[in-house]
């Protein structure tokens, strides 16, 4: 599976960026799905999950600013983040997995400073 994400970019605090990934496996629908964030100088982190099923799991410090939902028919998925914060800033990297195999996008920058 290729994941081509995007929708980064700089925002100011408290402001919304949505995230989508492309998936190019015709498959998608069958894929649990994930977006994960890596700040510099930390280790990548979960963000929030969706299963084929459509249960979305979220990192606490997501829960009630991003929603994650994905469209089987588009082979995409998003993660709107609304109400950013500075220590949001990172980059951000879909996921895809179908064990055992595990797919990962080229990431996408999210920068939260005024």
């Known amino acids: 599976v290729q994941l081509q994400a995007s929708g980064g970019g700089l925002v100011q605090p408290g402001g919304s960026l949505r995230l989508s990934c492309a998936a190019s496996?015709?498959?998608?629908?069958?894929?649990?799905m994930a977006w994960y964030r890596q700040a510099q100088g930390k280790q990548r982190e979960l963000v929030a999950a969706i299963t084929s099923g459509g249960r979305t799991n979220y990192a606490d410090s997501a829960k009630g600013r991003f929603t994650m939902s994905r469209d089987n028919a588009k082979k995409t998925v998003n993660l709107q983040m609304n109400s950013l914060r500075p220590e949001d800033t990172a980059v951000y990297y879909c996921?895809?997995?179908?064990?055992?195999?595990?797919?990962w996008g080229q990431g996408t920058q999210v920068t939260v400073s005024s």
């Open positions: 496996r015709s498959a998608f629908s069958i894929y649990n």
């Open positions: 996921n895809a997995v179908l064990a055992p195999s595990n797919y």
